[in-house]
C-alpha cells in the first residue's frame, strides 16, 4: 500500500464524524492521538507507554462504554507517560467524539490498514500527507499554518541547512520548514555523520493543537527538536536560543490581536503589524554570517512609518541579498500577495546590504489551484539563477527590463525611500471584463490597503501620544 493511498483512506475516516458536527480540524487533532498509539505499535516504540495504554488495550475493548474509556487512558498518557514528549502530545487532552459507536469505527478502520507492507520511515510521510490534506481542504479552515510543500522545499533548497546547525521557526505551525530541512540535511549526508553532530530544531507556536501536530510531527522524523507552546514574540519564547545559525518562517499574516503581553527585547520598534514584529525578532536572532528565509506579505516592502525605519534597519544590519515575488493565489486566501526576503547577518551593524535581486515569479504567470498545482518545478529558474552559495553570494547576471531577476543597488533603493516593492515587468495579459481578478481577490486587495491606512493612522496616534504625555511631564 502506497503512502498516498494510506493517507486518503485514513482522511476519508474523517466522514463518520460528519453527523456529529466535528471540523476537519478537529478531526486531524483527533487523529494524532490515536495514530500515534497505532504507530508506536507498528515501529516497536511501546515502551515509553504507560501498560495498559496502548493500541492493543484500545482495541481490545468493546464498544459500550469504549468512549469514557478512551477519555480516561488519553488523560493518563498525559500524566504517566515515561518520554517528555509524549507528555506534551497527550497534555491536556479532549476528544472530538461524541458517540462510542464512531469511535469504535475509527479505530477499527485505522487497525485493518494493512500497515506491514510500509517502511519504517514513512509513517512521518503519512502524517505530513495528512496535515497537506488537511490544509488543502477548504472545509479545514487550516491553511492559515500551512505554507506550500513546494515553496517550503525551494527555500530550504536554497538556504542549505547543514549538520550541527541550530534551525529555528518562531511561527513554526505543523513544523513544516523544520520537517524539509531534516529531510534536506539526511539527504546530503551519511547516518553516521548526522548521529554524530545532528542539527537542534527549534520552535514556537501558540496555538494549542497546531502545537501538538507539530510535537507528533518531529517525533515521528526523530528529529532533536526543541517546541515551545507560546507567541514567539514574547517571553514564552524565553526557552529558545537568543542567536542562531539559521531561521525559516512564514509569520502569520494580518494586524496584532489587541493583546497587551510585553514582547521580546529584540522588537526595538513594536508595530500593529504582526509581520514587522517577527521580522524585527528574526534579523536581531541571527549570530554572525547567519542566514534567514521569511514569508511577508507585499505590505511589509513599501509601508511607510515604521514600516520604513524596520527595512532600513534589516538593510544596515543584514545583507538583504535576495527577495522573490510569489505567484498570487498560491495561500489559503484568495488575492494574499506575499515574498521570500533571503538575507544573512552582517559581521558589522553597518552598511550590510550593497545591493538587493528581485525574482519576479508573478508577473505573467498563470494562476495556481487543484487543477494546476504549485509544484517545485515552477521554481526551477529561480533557484539556478540563485545559485549555489547559501549566502547569495553567486555570481548573478542582470538580464535586464525583459528578465525575471534584476540587480537594484542600495543608492537606487534609497532613492526610493526604501521601498522594495519594485516592479519592472509588464503584465502582457489583456485587460478585459474577462481577465480581471475575482470580486473576492479585488475585495482583499482594497482590505489590505484599508488595513495599512489604519496601522499608519495607529503609529501616528501613538507618536502623538507620546509627544503629549512628555510635554505634560
Known amino acids: 500500500m502506497s503512502i498516498s493511498s494510506t493517507v486518503k483512506k485514513i482522511w476519508d475516516m474523517c466522514n463518520i464524524l460528519r453527523g456529529d458536527g466535528i471540523g476537519y480540524n478537529e478531526y486531524m487533532s483527533e487523529l494524532t492521538y490515536l495514530l500515534f498509539l497505532k504507530i508506536s505499535k507498528e515501529t516497536g516504540a511501546e515502551s515509553d507507554l504507560p501498560d495498559g495504554r496502548r493500541w492493543d488495550d484500545l482495541i481490545s475493548l468493546e464498544e459500550s462504554g469504549i468512549l469514557g474509556k478512551y477519555k480516561i487512558m488519553l488523560t493518563h498518557l498525559g500524566e504517566e507517560a515515561k518520554d517528555e514528549r509524549v507528555k506534551e502530545i497527550y497534555r491536556f487532552p479532549t476528544t472530538v467524539f461524541n458517540h462510542d459507536e464512531?469511535?469504535?469505527?475509527?479505530?477499527?478502520?485505522?487497525?485493518?490498514?494493512?500497515?506491514?507492507?510500509?517502511?519504517?520511515?514513512?509513517?512521518?510521510?503519512?502524517?505530513?500527507?495528512?496535515?497537506?490534506?488537511?490544509?488543502?481542504?477548504?472545509?479545514?479552515?487550516?491553511?492559515?499554518?500551512?505554507?506550500?510543500?513546494?515553496?517550503?522545499?525551494?527555500?530550504?533548497?536554497?538556504?542549505?541547512?547543514?549538520?550541527?546547525?541550530?534551525?529555528q521557526d518562531p511561527s513554526t505551525g505543523t513544523g513544516g520548514f523544520l520537517i524539509s530541512a531534516d529531510n534536506y540535511i539526511r539527504d546530503h549526508s551519511s547516518p553516521q555523520k548526522y548521529s554524530r553532530t545532528p542539527p537542534l530544531y527549534e520552535g514556537c507556536e501558540i496555538e494549542k493543537n497546531t502545537y501538538r501536530l507539530c510535537l507528533m510531527n518531529a517525533f515521528l522524523h526523530e528529529m532533536n527538536t526543541n517546541i515551545i507552546l507560546g507567541d514567539g514574540l514574547t517571553n514564552d519564547a524565553s526557552g529558545l536560543q537568543d542567536k542562531v545559525d539559521v531561521i525559516v518562517a512564514n509569520p502569520p499574516f494580518g494586524s496584532k490581536s489587541g493583546s497587551v503581553r510585553k514582547q521580546k527585547s529584540s522588537i526595538k520598534h513594536p508595530s500593529s503589524n504582526k509581520q514587522l514584529d517577527f521580522l524585527q525578532h528574526i534579523y536581531n536572532g541571527l549570530k554572525s554570517d547567519g542566514r534567514a528565509a521569511v514569508v511577508l506579505p507585499d505590505n511589509v516592502l513599501f509601508d511607510e512609518g515604521i514600516g520604513k525605519t524596520i527595512r532600513k534597519e534589516l538593510m544596515e544590519l543584514c545583507d538583504l541579498h535576495t527577495i522573490l515575488r510569489l505567484p498570487t493565489g498560491i495561500f489559503y486566501a484568495a488575492g494574499v500577495k506575499a515574498n521570500v526576503l533571503f538575507f544573512n547577518r552582517g559581521n558589522t551593524d553597518k552598511d550590510n546590504t550593497k545591493e538587493v535581486w528581485v525574482y519576479d515569479l508573478r508577473t505573467n504567470m498563470p494562476a495556481f489551484n487543484k487543477g494546476n498545482p504549485l509544484t517545485e518545478k515552477v521554481f526551477g529558474d529561480f533557484i539556478d539563477r540563485f545559485g549555489s552559495l547559501p549566502n547569495g553570494k553567486s555570481k548573478r547576471d542582470d538580464g535586464g527590463d525583459t528578465s525575471r531577476f534584476r540587480k537594484f543597488s542600495r543608492d537606487h533603493l534609497k532613492k526610493r525611500g526604501d521601498n522594495l516593492d519594485i516592479i519592472w515587468l509588464s503584465d502582457e495579459r489583456s485587460v478585459d471584463i474577462l481577465d480581471l481578478p475575482e470580486p473576492e481577490v479585488v475585495a482583499d486587495e482594497i482590505a489590505e490597503t484599508l488595513q495599512n491606512a489604519l496601522r499608519e493612522l495607529e503609529e501616528l496616534q501613538g507618536l502623538l501620544d507620546n509627544t503629549s504625555e512628555a510635554h505634560n511631564g
Open 102 to 167: 464512531n469511535l469504535r469505527a475509527v479505530i477499527e478502520k485505522i487497525d485493518k490498514l494493512d500497515w506491514h507492507s510500509l517502511e519504517s520511515d514513512a509513517f512521518g510521510d503519512i502524517y505530513e500527507g495528512l496535515l497537506a490534506k488537511n490544509s488543502q481542504d477548504s472545509r479545514a479552515g487550516a491553511g492559515q499554518y500551512f505554507t506550500p510543500r513546494a515553496l517550503v522545499n525551494t527555500i530550504i533548497k536554497v538556504i542549505q541547512p547543514q549538520l550541527g546547525e541550530v534551525i
